[in-house]
Nanobody
Framework: QVQLVESGGGLVQAGGSLRLSCAASGRTFSRGAMAWFRQAPGKERAFLAAIRWTGGATYYTYYADSVKARFTISRDITKNTVYLQMNSLRPEDTAVYYC?????????????????WGQGTRVTVSS
């Protein structure tokens, strides 16, 4: 049974930081990728960042331009967990944040290309 579980969301003031976690079970997703998306009320689900294993201890990462300078995606192989470190948070970052994964996707920013999703964790940034 494949399962993705996000955690770490909450309420934070503008300028603050949060670290989100996504724990995967049932599959390693070593061939494909894991990613973070977010969805604000009335808006489409938007890509944030993705990470793909490229062999050994090396990874390829890529980001949406809107968060590249502030967010960092990382992975702990031993725990089968992906993280999203979010710094300098702004009110417009308020959204539900989702972890996604797929066994075969390659460098995709499209939500429909990912087959597995977590339940989401809510992030609220106050002004």
């Amino acid at each position: 049974q494949v399962q993705l579980v996000e955690s770490g969301g909450g309420l934070v003031q503008a300028g603050g930081s949060l670290r989100l976690s996504c724990a995967a079970s049932g599959r390693t997703f070593s061939r494909g990728a894991m990613a973070w998306f977010r969805q604000a009320p009335g808006k489409e689900r938007a890509f944030l960042a993705a990470i793909r294993w490229t062999g050994g201890a090396t990874y390829y990462t890529y980001y949406a331009d809107s968060v590249k300078a502030r967010f960092t995606i990382s992975r702990d192989i031993t725990k089968n967990t992906v993280y999203l470190q979010m710094n300098s948070l702004r009110p417009e970052d308020t959204a539900v944040y989702y972890c996604a994964a797929d066994d075969s996707v390659v460098d995709s920013r499209r939500a429909n290309d990912y087959d597995y999703w977590g339940q989401g964790t809510r992030v609220t940034v106050s002004s």
